[in-house]
């Protein structure tokens, strides 16, 4: 009887550790500007170093222009404008970050770059330690925060990248662009 009991313990205790697998989620985190961010890893197609950009006139200022992924024109975010901060000064260890978004049409994806000043590690997070954003006090935008986790002493604010890189929002931003550049 013994022998069956810790044999069923130890499937209540695999069972309980699947359970916390699931309540985890992976977070690929980078630094921008001193600050350390995450994306969950899901939305994550590849990191590739920094290459010259194809500039595109008359497009919001957060965007730098296109890049050439093997065959596909791809955009290319600044993150740090897309927050309302200064543009991003490209260094040694800059990358962009190529995420896959779905996009309201059905099953459509799509890829945008992220500029970013450093990648740091993919980070497995568990679902208890991410607290909901702030309503007040971030220095973002709160609808584009997922949520804040506390890992090794220090925050990472975890990005709603749906909400961040809306092409809606960004495509309205192009508009009042463009409108601003033709009236002047």
Do not use: H
Not at 162 to 178: C, D, F, K, T, W
């Amino acid at each position: 009887m013994t022998a069956l009991a810790t044999t069923e313990q130890k499937r209540q205790l695999t069972a309980g550790e699947a359970q916390t697998l699931v309540q985890a989620k992976q977070y690929l985190t980078f630094m921008l500007g001193g600050e350390m961010f995450s994306i969950n890893i899901l939305s994550i197609k590849e990191i590739i170093w920094y290459a010259d950009l194809t500039a595109v006139p008359m497009m919001p200022d957060c965007i730098r222009g296109v890049i050439n992924l093997r065959g596909a024109v791809v955009p290319v975010l600044d993150l740090s404008n897309r927050f309302g901060k200064p543009s991003t000064p490209i260094i040694k260890s800059s990358c962009i970050v190529i995420v896959e978004l779905s996009t309201t049409n059905e099953g459509e994806r799509l890829n945008m770059g992220v500029v970013v000043d450093s990648v740091q590690e993919v980070l497995e997070i568990p679902i208890t330690e991410i607290e909901p954003a702030p309503s007040f006090g971030a220095k973002i935008r709160p609808d584009f925060i997922e949520g804040i986790a506390k890992v090794a002493g220090k925050f990472v604010i975890l990005l709603n990248v749906n909400r961040v890189l809306s092409m809606e929002e960004i495509g309205q931003m192009g508009q009042i662009a463009a409108t601003t550049e033709l009236a002047v």
